[in-house]
């Protein structure tokens, strides 16, 4: 009897074995399949993106006809402050180092107002209010993360335009019908807010009840204990919030193009005036799906990834260090 039952229990461990092999190489398959995506984006991008400024396209001359187009000098499209499209297959100054300092600034800034607001949010909805409030208020905020960035887009462009332009008469300022920087930090603040917040609140309802009641115990107030204890007990959450946001305000391109005005050269620090963003730069003025003027977006793509790259990792670097300070 002994030995039958040893061996049923020896097959059901080897059964048990089996499904456990089969599910790790299921979750190493997907885990694969998805890092493939990311290496061939990385891959193509890369590749196009360097042809500008390996190889000659062809043009054309209304005085000479078919001509070649030298290679772009990679030193000047970095650091030129203009853009400017010729003719379709004629030559054109492709420089994006005014659009790279104004997508930093525009992102900066939005930053700026998104990240308080959406961390009193997260705390509001994970500590102070009635869970019916709460409950509401996470539903909304699921639903604004949800929203498609052109509804975002159309929004701004009707009416968060106006009300810059409204407050430019105030300043007797003239603007662009309101498409300005302002407008575009805007667009900004309302897109990143829902993925900062839900990210926050969800690091902040994490944080162990006895922590907070073990405060509350030391005389300290729901308030003190909430910014002092909460927060901070929640932060590593909060900045893996922050660089969602972050990258999500980076990489946005047709609600901030519907908004900024694309300007095609100069630095902008007024609010008031048009800017434009490395995504709006991309998405407008494709004229054809191949050539220098196709094959240059995806340069202009690949200056963006090397961004987004360096920022996440910065962030995370700040990330560390601020929790090592608390240590």
Do not use: C, H
């Not at 059964?15 to 599910?23: A, E, P, T």
Request: hydrophobic share 50%; net charge positive; aromatic share 8%.
């Amino acid at each position: 009897m002994g030995f039958v039952q040893s061996y049923i229990t020896k097959k059901s461990v080897r059964k048990k074995n089996r499904i456990d092999k089969l599910f790790v190489s299921l979750f190493s398959f997907a885990s694969l399949f998805s890092a493939s995506f990311v290496i061939i984006i990385v891959i193509i991008v890369g590749l196009k993106g360097l042809t500008p400024f390996l190889l000659s396209y062809e043009g054309f001359n209304n005085v000479t006809g078919v001509v070649s187009l030298e290679p772009v000098n990679p030193i000047e499209f970095i650091l030129a402050n203009q853009w400017l499209e010729g003719p379709v297959g004629a030559s054109s100054y492709y420089g994006i180092g005014y659009a790279i300092v104004n997508t930093i600034i525009a992102v900066f800034l939005s930053m700026i107002l998104t990240v308080p607001v959406a961390v009193l949010t997260a705390l509001l909805i994970a500590k102070v209010a009635p869970k019916k409030l709460s409950n509401f208020l996470r539903t909304v905020v699921e639903l604004l993360a949800s929203i498609p960035s052109i509804i975002y887009g159309v929004i701004g462009l009707g009416v968060i335009t106006n009300i810059v332009s409204w407050i430019g008469g105030l300043f007797n300022i003239q603007t662009a019908a309101g498409l300005s920087l302002l407008s575009t930090v805007l667009v900004l603040f309302m897109m990143t807010l829902p993925t900062i917040t839900a990210v926050a609140e969800t690091s902040i309802r994490a944080v162990k009840n006895d922590i907070v009641e073990g405060s509350l115990a030391l005389s300290a107030t729901p308030m003190q204990t909430y910014f002092k204890v909460v927060l901070l007990s929640a932060k590593s959450g909060i900045f893996a919030g922050v660089i969602l946001g972050v990258g999500r305000a980076l990489g946005e391109a047709t609600a901030v193009s519907m908004v900024s005005g694309n300007a095609f050269k100069g630095v902008t620090i007024n609010l008031l005036e048009t800017t434009t963003t490395l995504t709006s730069r991309m998405l407008l003025g494709i004229k054809e799906t191949s050539g220098i003027d196709y094959d240059i977006r995806f340069s202009v793509g690949l200056v963006l990834m090397i961004i987004i790259l360096f920022t996440n990792i910065t962030l995370k670097y700040l990330m560390k260090k601020i929790g090592n300070l608390d240590e």
